[in-house]
Structures are given as structure tokens and as C-alpha cells.
């Protein structure tokens, strides 16, 4: 269960920091680029951490 959470934190986080990134970096597409990347491999690292239904 803790796993579920810690999962669904970092894809939480991953999302902030994108959207951060559109944010403070419009225009700017070198910080908008690696804070974007930094975003979604955090979410990606929180999607792949999260258990998976056995079906």
C-alpha cells in the first residue's frame, strides 16, 4: 500500500514540475526542455514503481 502512495506522489510531483516548467521557462526552450524531461521522468519513474493489477 505504501508502494500505491509513494507511486502516485512522484507522478503527482512529475506533473508539478512539468507544469512548472510551462510556467517559468515560456519561451525559453533550454529550461523548458530539461525541466520538462526532469518532469516526466519523474512521473515516469512513479508509473513504473506502481503495482500492478493481476488480472
Not at 526542455?33 to 506502481?50: K, N
Amino acid at each position: 500500500m505504501i508502494r500505491q502512495y509513494v507511486a502516485r506522489g512522484l507522478q503527482l510531483l512529475g506533473l508539478i514540475v512539468t507544469g512548472e516548467a510551462l510556467l517559468v521557462y515560456f519561451g525559453d526552450m533550454g529550461g523548458l526542455m530539461r525541466l520538462g524531461f526532469l518532469g516526466a521522468g519523474i512521473f515516469y519513474i512513479g508509473w513504473y514503481v506502481q503495482p500492478r493489477k493481476s488480472e
